[in-house]
């Protein structure tokens, strides 16, 4: 099969490569759309998770289902399904702790493009595919279903992760795709007041629509001092890290409150150690909480964000600035990633097999 890869570090390209093998309890997709992440481009030009060769990229996808194994019960071949990102082992220790995402080890449960070839081929491999994929449901455009397998549960985990409570004021910092799904999660969760932490038009235009009541540009100044001064000095209840690098968290943390939580879900793909300010965090003793992880998948998360899109209760499809139809246009969209122009939040490629 022909896939798009990692050749190493810094190097893309077009190879071949022998198709996956199903076990009975594998299944072998083939997509039908596919996007690619900024994820992908930390892991190529960053060497974000160290070097890799000849490794298949992509982990956003929605498939059609070629094969399963003999243990498969819920999906047979021809059926469409929504693949998350994230394809734990969910019979591991891990999963049972309440981790799955970390089954077989820390972030052991993004396997694609990752510790396993990725979505960007003609076909690829899904492990355990009752637990972690999910019909698509009748309405959903394939293109839009894309942004279940990352964006969307991204974004929300950074709410869950910082434990945003109805009535609480909540920053975002970044907002991409992932950081204007969690605005929409935070909106969605009740918060009184949303502060998108951005620079382009387009991305405030699109967090205005899903709910942000204000506007930081950091090109003005530190964002930190700037909500600081918007709240009259008080601070926020929550910030949620979609973006940025090891240094947001000095502003993230001087912006909250005392019993505040940052949510990091943000691929930090390089520098040594998250920096956290010493007068920030009260000389160590402010009650200001940190919690970064990886979203979790799963079959029944897939089921739950795909049921807010067909209740209408979101609209994931604004984020999709870019469309191109063919396999071969994997390549152009992960270069439009990589180089991010200013009317870019994000591409999306259908195939037609």
């Known amino acids: 099969m022909r896939g798009f890869a990692m050749l190493g570090i810094g190097r893309t390209g077009w190879i071949e490569k022998?198709?996956?093998k199903c076990g009975p309890m594998d299944?072998?997709?083939?997509?039908?759309?596919?996007a690619p992440c900024t994820s992908d481009t930390h892991t190529v030009w960053e060497g974000a998770l160290g070097d890799r060769h000849?490794?298949?990229l992509g982990h956003e996808a929605v498939g059609e289902v070629v094969e399963v194994g003999s243990l498969v019960k819920s999906?047979?071949?021809g059926d469409k399904v929504l693949v998350p990102a994230i394809t734990p082992d969910w019979n591991s220790l891990e999963a049972q702790a309440g981790y799955s995402m970390h089954s077989g080890g820390m972030l052991g449960g993004w396997k694609f493009s990752n510790s396993k070839d990725g979505v960007f081929a003609e076909f690829f491999h899904v492990n355990d595919p009752d637990g972690n994929l999910a019909h698509l449901p009748?309405?959903?455009?394939?293109?839009?279903?894309?942004?279940?397998?990352?964006?969307?549960?991204?974004?929300?985990?950074?709410?869950?992760?910082?434990?945003?409570?109805?009535?609480?004021?909540?920053?975002?910092?970044?907002?991409?795709?992932?950081?204007?799904?969690?605005?929409?999660a935070a909106a969605i969760g009740g918060a009184s007041r949303i502060f998108a932490v951005g620079s382009r038009q387009r991305t405030m235009d699109i967090a205005k629509e899903y709910g942000a009541t204000d506007f930081i540009n950091y090109h003005d100044g530190d964002i930190g001092e700037q909500i600081l001064e918007k709240t009259a000095g008080k601070g926020v209840d929550k910030v949620i890290?979609?973006?940025?690098?090891?240094?947001s968290f000095v502003p993230a943390t001087n912006m909250m409150k005392p019993g505040?939580?940052?949510?990091?879900?943000?691929?930090?793909?390089?520098?040594?150690?998250?920096k956290l300010p010493r007068s920030g965090c009260g000389c160590g003793m402010g009650h200001k909480n940190f919690r970064g992880g990886l979203m979790p998948g799963?079959?029944?998360?897939m089921e739950k964000l795909a049921a807010l899109i067909t209740s209408g209760r979101i609209d994931p499809s604004k984020l999709i600035t870019h469309r191109y139809e063919g396999l071969e246009h994997a390549e152009t969209a992960l270069m439009l990633m990589k180089d991010k122009p200013a009317d870019l939040i994000k591409p999306v490629v259908t195939i037609n097999w």
Do not use: Q, W
Not at 27 to 34: E, S, T
Not at 155 to 167: I, R
Not at 260 to 274: C, E, F, H, K, R
């Open 75 to 77: 999906f047979k071949p």
């Open 298 to 301: 799963g079959r029944l998360r």
């Open 241 to 247: 890290v979609a973006g940025g690098d090891v240094d």
């Open 54 to 56: 000849n490794l298949i």
């Open 260 to 274: 505040g939580t940052i949510g990091n879900v943000n691929y930090l793909g390089s520098g040594d150690y998250i």
């Open 138 to 184: 009748e309405g959903i455009d394939p293109a839009v279903g894309t942004l279940l397998s990352d964006m969307m549960p991204t974004g929300f985990h950074g709410v869950e992760l910082a434990d945003m409570k109805f009535g609480d004021s909540v920053a975002v910092i970044g907002i991409g795709p992932v950081g204007l799904m969690s605005v929409a």
């Open 27 to 34: 299944a072998i997709c083939r997509p039908i759309a596919l």
């Open 18 to 20: 022998e198709t996956p």
